[in-house]
């Protein structure tokens, strides 16, 4: 019986250690580019900063609204 369990174990330990060594590859591709390339930390500035370079225009492209009726439209 014990012996079914350390099984158990194993195999949940060894998909925690794919997942795991899947998550280190993504996390060293980024590192990597973060050391070598400019344009992921560019990228991060953008998006997680709301950062633009200068002389540069920023456009917000918006989804409308299905519940919102429009401009000068009274709501019921």
Do not use: C
């Not at 079914?4 to 590192?31: F, I, P, Y």
């Not at 992921?40 to 409308?64: N, S, T, W, Y």
């Amino acid at each position: 019986m014990r012996v079914s369990e350390l099984k158990d174990e194993v195999l949940a330990q060894e998909k925690l250690n794919t997942t795991l060594m899947q998550r280190n590859v993504h996390l060293r591709a980024e590192v990597n580019d973060l050391i070598h390339g400019q344009a992921a930390i560019e990228e991060r500035a953008r998006f997680e900063l709301g950062m633009i370079k200068k002389d540069e225009i920023f456009f917000q492209v918006m989804e409308p609204n299905p519940k919102d009726p429009g401009p000068g439209t009274v709501a019921p």
